[in-house]
């Protein structure tokens, strides 16, 4: 993922693109995520995506998720209107003792712009920003203050403490009670310092280790590390829908692929024996005119009775692969084809299969009636058209997709 463009949020209202492909370098900024018309990696700010933390009351990942689907629950946080919100829920045992449960969470808006930036995979923001230990971190995110809290480096919170023109009395506030509350769940160790990434004028600096009696230190935010994003971004909180057209296009690619290493093979034998019958296609037309067979019954007659029964042996052979040669029956033309008639239905093509004489292509829809309508534009397909076919009743799934079998039989 550091191989593809970056994209974080910039201090302004704007976002900015990075290049981790070799070395981290900052290319530009950009008003839309959705505008450098690539799969980013996306590091998404606090206004779309939450951290927070609670201590784990078992070690048990299969219980992992649900616990963290009961506290989005009691948050508010677990619905996007009728949809589930994304969200990742992680065990980690920081050094201080206390094994927690750390979860990340979509906010209503991030799905719609992961899916129009065509998003590779996301993470928080934080997550891809070199986190000192045990510090408090309060960083601008597109005109906002957010505060940001690790143990032992890894983040386990993040707010949002108000606007950037906010009094700094007031988000020094809301820094001290959240540590406060964060050190008395145990989420946190007793931080050791304040870090403002940004461009933080000392008086505000001055007003923050007031209110926390923390030492305060200023410095640019770093750059992101490849390394932490290689680790921390992912597809799991991506949207439904967005991970679903990802799949898709994912296993036309696989089909493809296995389509052609399927039709490598019968190409080169085809080709072979093509090779193979001409020749002998051509030797028999010579000897064939040369031939002019006399009655009797000796050996010469006998020898060329042989020819004639090699001439004759040879036509019915080319005869029998001619078929199989002409460029209508072509497996690569069928395949084609049948890829081309996906348009008609949200289908997935899984399996593809071809014989001198049949067709047999698998696949699973939406609906049945998805299912329907794919067959209904694959018999009318005039390229198709060489083959009388037909469809089983497709097996419904528990969700409601149906698996479905075409098969057809060359006229």
């Known amino acids: 993922m550091p191989g593809s463009p970056t994209i974080l949020p910039s201090p302004q209202q704007r976002w900015e693109l990075w290049n981790l492909a070799r070395t981290t370098s900052w290319i530009r900024d950009m008003d839309d995520p959705a505008s450098d018309g690539t799969t980013p990696t996306i590091g998404l700010p606090a206004r779309l995506c939450r951290t927070f933390s609670f201590p784990a009351?078992?070690?048990d990942k299969s219980l992992i998720r649900k616990l963290a689907f009961a506290q989005l629950e009691k948050r508010g946080l677990a619905q996007h209107g009728t949809e589930p919100a994304p969200f990742?829920?992680?065990l980690i045992r920081p050094e201080h003792g206390t094994p927690l449960v750390c979860v990340d969470v979509l906010l209503p808006g991030a799905p719609a712009l992961l899916s129009a930036a065509k998003a590779d995979a996301t993470a928080p923001a934080f997550r891809f920003l070199p986190l000192p230990k045990n510090h408090l971190v309060v960083s601008e995110e597109q005109g906002r203050l957010v505060l940001g809290a690790s143990s032992g480096g890894e983040l386990v919170h993040s707010q949002?403490?108000?606007?950037?023109?906010s009094p700094a009395a007031e988000s020094a506030s809301s820094i001290h009670l959240a540590s406060l509350a964060l050190q008395q769940q145990q989420i946190i160790p007793t931080p050791t310092d304040l870090t403002l990434w940004g461009d933080f004028p000392p008086e505000d600096a001055a007003v923050f280790a007031s209110a926390t009696g923390l030492p305060v230190h200023t410095a640019p935010r770093p750059a992101p590390d490849p390394r932490l994003v290689r680790r921390a971004a992912g597809q799991q909180l991506l949207p439904a829908s967005h991970a679903d057209a990802r799949r898709r296009r994912r296993s036309r690619l696989v089909a493809w692929a296995a389509a052609a290493a399927a039709l490598a093979l019968p190409a080169t034998w085809l080709h072979g024996?093509?090779?193979e019958v001409t020749s002998l296609e051509a030797t028999a037309a010579r000897m064939e005119s040369t031939?002019?067979?006399p009655s009797g019954k000796t050996e010469a007659d006998a020898a060329l009775r042989a020819a004639h029964d090699l001439v004759d042996k040879t036509q019915q052979?080319?005869?029998a692969l001619r078929s199989s040669l002409e460029s209508k029956?072509?497996?690569a033309a069928h395949l084609d084809a049948l890829t081309r008639c996906l348009n008609a239905a949200d289908v997935v093509m899984t399996r593809f299969e071809t014989?001198?004489?049949e067709v047999s292509v698998a696949g699973t829809a939406r609906s049945a009636r998805d299912a329907y309508n794919y067959y209904n534009a694959v018999t009318a397909d005039a390229p198709l058209g060489v083959f009388s076919w037909s469809m089983a009743q497709p097996s419904l799934e528990n969700d409601g997709s149906a698996r479905f079998e075409i098969k057809g039989k060359l006229k």
Not at 160 to 165: A, D, V
Request: no cysteine.
């Open 57 to 59: 009351p078992t070690e």
């Open 88 to 90: 990742t829920a992680q």
């Open 160 to 165: 949002i403490l108000g606007s950037s023109q």
């Open 273 to 275: 024996q093509y090779k």
């Open 291 to 293: 031939l002019d067979v």
């Open 317 to 319: 052979r080319w005869s």
């Open 329 to 331: 029956r072509y497996p």
């Open 355 to 357: 014989k001198l004489s």
